[in-house]
């Protein structure tokens, strides 16, 4: 154990370090430890009196020397880490293979990227697909039961417009019918009164001349004849009547008689026309007497087979808007669509239907023409059969 005086001298000189490190401290820190203390204790530094002594200063610039020299050695070591971090990523990280590993693992994320996207691309293609396809199906069967409902609802019509066409032309004893027109119909009327009275046991009355028509009231007034006829005849139940190809001409105005006649195919006189087609049809429904129209058929001669297009276009539209029926024979010689032709295809042999001049009817076409308009009445049982 030491003595006394030498633990005396060793506690004096560990003092003596403690006071001198203390002091080289307090020097060295100076700058620090007085912002330290204003910003501490809010007063004045008590050795900021010391700051004018050059010996006391000394240890400022000391401690920023020393604090330089960290900063340096600091700067230094980041450099040097720095330098040692590129060698290092450039000799055992950042290699070839790096970057190899680098780009395959960008290109596989990228093709990964594009599958994903193909992928899903591919499925809104197949959904928007489905979808069209599903509502294309949808369409095809509403367009099918349109056309369908379209079809049965057009069928219908047909059989109400057929058995109001039958029953409006519907004619038994003592009914009798009134066949009127031009000479077209002196061809036709025999052979039809003839089926008539002989089958079915109804009379007739044929009032056909020739040489007559709409047009020319003066030399034969149909509307007037048919009138008188079926007042002195109430038996009368069905006019037959045929006109037109002695009308497209010129025509008085019976409006201005004396004055300009009316242009053939001018307003007025189709209106004058249709007034007179309609007058018939109208005073004949007045008496309980049904009109069947039978339109002119084709003309050998282009002129007036050009007229009679258009005039019959006239009477079908009239017959038909004051409610009775027409029958277009345009139709029927040759056939619809068809320029005109002596003959037609008739039980299997070209069987002649018009006279040498284009106009008239051979016996066969009045026959043929005869056998149509039966068959659109709706007659009683035959007699024969009765």
Do not use: C
């Amino acid at each position: 154990m030491a003595s006394p005086r030498i633990q005396s001298l060793s506690a004096l000189s560990t003092l003596a370090l403690l006071l001198f490190l203390a002091l080289a401290s307090l020097w060295l820190m100076q700058g620090p430890i007085g912002i330290y203390y204003q910003q501490t204790y809010h007063r004045a530094y008590p050795l900021a009196a010391l700051e004018d002594n050059d010996a006391w200063k000394a240890g400022q610039r000391v401690w920023a020397s020393l604090n330089g020299a960290i900063d340096d050695l600091g700067r230094s070591l980041d450099a040097r880490s720095a330098e040692l971090t590129a060698d290092a990523n450039q000799k055992y990280v950042l290699t070839e293979d790096f970057y190899r590993h680098e780009r395959e693992a960008r290109e596989q994320e990228e093709s990964q990227r594009r599958e994903a996207a193909a992928l899903l691309a591919r499925r809104q293609a197949e959904a928007e697909a489905q979808q069209q396809a599903a509502q294309a199906q949808q369409r095809e069967q509403q367009a099918a039961l349109d056309q369908r409902s379209q079809a049965l609802a057009l069928a219908a019509k047909q059989r109400a417009e057929e058995q109001a066409r039958a029953n409006y032309l519907m004619i038994a004893p003592p009914g009798k019918v009134f066949m009127a027109g031009d000479s077209l119909m002196q061809g036709i009327a025999p052979h039809l009164l003839r089926t008539l009275k002989t089958q079915y046991g109804i009379e007739g009355v044929d009032l056909s001349k020739q040489s007559t028509g709409l047009s020319y009231p003066s030399a034969f007034n149909w509307p007037d004849t048919i009138s008188r006829t079926i007042a002195k005849d109430p038996a009368i139940r069905l006019l037959v009547i045929m006109l037109g190809p002695n009308d497209p001409w010129d025509m008085p105005d019976p409006a201005n008689r004396g004055g300009k006649f009316l242009r053939f195919k001018t307003p007025e006189w189709e209106a004058v026309y249709r007034q007179r087609i309609a007058g018939i049809i109208q005073s004949n429904a007045a008496k309980g007497v049904s009109t069947l129209w039978i339109g002119a058929p084709g003309m050998k001669a282009a002129r007036l087979d050009g007229q009679m297009s258009w005039l019959m276009g006239i009477v079908q539209d009239e017959v038909q808007k004051q409610g009775a029926i027409f029958i277009d024979t345009r139709g029927l010689l040759p056939g619809e669509n068809v320029g005109y032709s002596d003959s037609i295809m008739l039980d299997g042999k070209n069987t002649k239907m018009r006279s040498g001049d284009g106009i008239h009817f051979s016996v066969a076409g009045q026959r043929y023409l005869a056998r149509q308009i039966l068959d659109k009445l709706r007659l009683p049982p035959t007699v024969s059969s009765q």
